[in-house]
């Protein structure tokens, strides 16, 4: 059977600041989405990642359909006005446009979705992150993909042998899309020369060679192109497809282990390193560390089964105390240097008035 996964995940409001939804707004997304959706998907899973609200759902209408934008656009108009009536922080944040017009992508929301022939076992990792951007995935699925130091089945795997296909974007060019297919093996320098700007060139998605079957799908919408303005941190979702001619679960999970250092963490202008941290996670510290969580699931016929935590094992709590080093040590040194973003990267404004004022008062010598 077809089958097509969407994820759709917005921030709306939260409490106590930017850091966690409240209960009663993601029952009104559940709720929401149940109603509804009757007729229009097979299953669903509603979660959150920090201040972000996910909404996954099997279906098969194909990618980009606008029934199944709208239904994710209007829940999060619904969810909005539950935040708003609780004075949650942040409410609607990320709708950015005040009317629907076929697709979400654009308007605020991120999106990923994969439309595939649903194998007999088809297991896929649900991954979400928050407080920081859609680049926190190059190296992770770099590595995952292209490189056989995390990714044995590369050499080991028959199946796996002829590589996969980088579908990367440049996120800086906002009139159309702007796209480059790069082959692994041959071409890992040309994919490694793009990915090594994050913040510009992002894996949109990613193929087996052998088969073209579509392994992953990342949303890859940066917000202040679409505002011009600060209006938090893109906080990307995506859709890995696992085991068979796609890495395993664990060559995927593999890479998390370094706690890499992003763009985001507080007011989306620092580096930190990325923690992988159980579902529903919250955010704290200097309004961080940037976090991703992993729901893995089995989906037959659409169906969804339960969501295995992928990073909820004792293995990762050793990693998140190696990481939570690595975020103090980057956070020692304040504003100086590498651990705030550069200039054109700062997400407030406020310094760029006040670097305007200061050219003024500059004197020259003769
Ligand atoms: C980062 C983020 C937070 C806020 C910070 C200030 O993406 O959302 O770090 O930038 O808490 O928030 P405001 O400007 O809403 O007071
Ligand atoms: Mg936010
Ligand atoms: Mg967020």
């Given at each position: 059977?077809?089958?097509?996964?969407?994820?759709?995940?917005?921030?709306?409001?939260?409490?106590?600041?930017?850091?966690?939804?409240?209960?009663?707004?993601?029952?009104?997304?559940?709720?929401?989405?149940?109603?509804?959706?009757?007729?229009?998907?097979?299953?669903?899973?509603?979660?959150?990642?920090?201040?972000?609200?996910?909404?996954?759902?099997?279906?098969?209408?194909?990618?980009?359909?606008?029934?199944?934008?709208?239904?994710?656009?209007?829940?999060?108009?619904?969810?909005?006005?539950?935040?708003?009536?609780?004075?949650?922080?942040?409410?609607?944040?990320?709708?950015?446009?005040?009317?629907?017009?076929?697709?979400?992508?654009?308007?605020?929301?991120?999106?990923?979705?994969?439309?595939?022939?649903?194998?007999?076992?088809?297991?896929?990792?649900?991954?979400?992150?928050?407080?920081?951007?859609?680049?926190?995935?190059?190296?992770?699925?770099?590595?995952?993909?292209?490189?056989?130091?995390?990714?044995?089945?590369?050499?080991?795997?028959?199946?796996?042998?002829?590589?996969?296909?980088?579908?990367?974007i440049d996120v800086e060019h906002t009139e159309n899309d702007k796209i480059?297919?790069?082959?692994?093996?041959?071409?890992?320098?040309?994919?490694?020369?793009?990915?090594?700007?994050?913040?510009r060139y992002?894996?949109?998605?990613?193929?087996?060679?052998?088969?073209?079957?579509?392994?992953?799908?990342?949303?890859?919408?940066?917000?202040?192109n679409?505002?011009?303005?600060?209006?938090?941190?893109?906080?990307?979702?995506?859709?890995?497809?696992?085991?068979?001619?796609?890495?395993?679960?664990?060559?995927?999970?593999?890479?998390?282990?370094?706690?890499?250092?992003?763009?985001?963490?507080?007011?989306?202008?620092?580096?930190?390193?990325?923690?992988?941290?159980?579902?529903?996670?919250?955010?704290?510290?200097?309004?961080?560390?940037?976090?991703?969580?992993?729901?893995?699931?089995?989906?037959?016929?659409?169906?969804?089964?339960?969501?295995?935590?992928?990073?909820?094992?004792?293995?990762?709590?050793?990693?998140?105390?190696?990481?939570?080093?690595?975020?103090?040590?980057?956070?020692?040194?304040?504003?100086?240097?590498?651990?705030?973003?550069?200039?054109?990267?700062?997400?407030?404004?406020?310094?760029?008035?006040?670097?305007?004022?200061?050219?003024?008062?500059?004197?020259?010598?003769?």
């Amino acid at each position: 059977m077809k089958v097509t996964l969407s994820v759709l995940k917005a921030d709306i409001g939260s409490i106590g600041g930017h850091i966690v939804p409240s209960k009663a707004l993601l029952d009104e997304v559940k709720n929401f989405v149940k109603e509804k959706a009757k007729d229009l998907i097979i299953d669903f899973y509603i979660s959150h990642t920090g201040d972000d609200i996910a909404i996954l759902c099997t279906h098969d209408r194909g990618v980009e359909d606008e029934k199944i934008h709208k239904l994710a656009w209007d829940t999060f108009l619904a969810g909005t006005e539950v935040a708003k009536k609780q004075g949650l922080y942040g409410a609607g944040q990320d709708l950015l446009k005040d009317s629907f017009s076929g697709n979400i992508k654009g308007m605020g929301p991120a999106v990923a979705e994969i439309e595939f022939d649903e194998r007999p076992n088809e297991p896929f990792i649900f991954f979400a992150a928050d407080k920081t951007d859609p680049g926190c995935y190059s190296l992770p699925f770099y590595l995952g993909f292209a490189d056989p130091m995390y990714c044995s089945g590369l050499i080991l795997s028959p199946k796996m042998s002829d590589g996969f296909t980088f579908r990367i974007i440049d996120v800086e060019h906002t009139e159309n899309d702007k796209i480059i297919d790069l082959h692994s093996p041959e071409e890992i320098y040309d994919i490694a020369a793009l990915l090594r700007d994050c913040e510009r060139y992002v894996i949109e998605s990613i193929y087996a060679r052998g088969s073209g079957n579509q392994a992953a799908s990342i949303s890859t919408t940066r917000l202040h192109n679409i505002a011009g303005k600060y209006t938090g941190k893109d906080d990307p979702v995506a859709l890995i497809r696992v085991q068979g001619e796609f890495p395993a679960t664990g060559e995927i999970l593999a890479p998390f282990q370094i706690g890499h250092l992003v763009a985001g963490f507080m007011r989306g202008s620092h580096n930190g390193p990325l923690m992988p941290c159980k579902l529903n996670a919250t955010i704290s510290y200097f309004d961080g560390p940037p976090v991703v969580t992993g729901a893995a699931f089995c989906v037959n016929n659409g169906k969804l089964t339960e969501p295995a935590d992928v990073f909820d094992h004792p293995f990762w709590d050793y990693v998140r105390f190696q990481i939570s080093k690595k975020a103090v040590d980057i956070r020692q040194q304040g504003f100086s240097g590498p651990a705030m973003l550069p200039y054109s990267e700062l997400e407030y404004g406020g310094i760029v008035d006040k670097l305007e004022k200061l050219e003024k008062k500059f004197t020259y010598r003769d």
